[in-house]
Nanobody
Framework: QVQLVESGGGLVQPGGSLRLSCAAS????????MGWYRQAPGKQRELVAI???????NYADSVKGRFTISRDNAKNTVYLQMNSLKPEDTAVYYC????????WGQGTQVTVSS
């Protein structure tokens, strides 16, 4: 059974940084395009960034230039470095395979507030 475990969230002031991690079990990881998603209260889950198994990346316009997605296939882990955080980045962040969704993990809460 595939498991996705997100970590690294927390409370941070505007302009601050956080680094999220997502550890995945299962052999699907190394061949999958992985994505980070987020869901703010009262809103639908949205795509934040994706990274292919070869390392190509793409970002939502709202985070471009501030967030960086990366992966370590040897560790079955995908990361999201978030800089210059804004209050509107507040959400629960999740990772998942982009094209063939696995069961969602619990996510990690990111709160940007002064």
């Amino acid at each position: 059974q595939v498991q996705l475990v997100e970590s690294g969230g927390g409370l941070v002031q505007p302009g601050g940084s956080l680094r999220l991690s997502c550890a995945a079990s299962g052999s699907f990881f190394s061949v999958s395009t992985m994505g980070w998603y987020r869901q703010a209260p009262g809103k639908q889950r949205e795509l934040v960034a994706i990274i292919t198994n070869g390392g190509n990346t793409n970002y939502a316009d709202s985070v471009k230039g501030r967030f960086t997605i990366s992966r370590d296939n040897a560790k079955n882990t995908v990361y999201l470095q978030m800089n210059s955080l804004k209050p509107e980045d507040t959400a629960v962040y999740y990772c998942n395979s982009h094209f063939i969704k696995q069961s969602w993990g619990q996510g990690t809460q990111v709160t940007v507030s002064s």
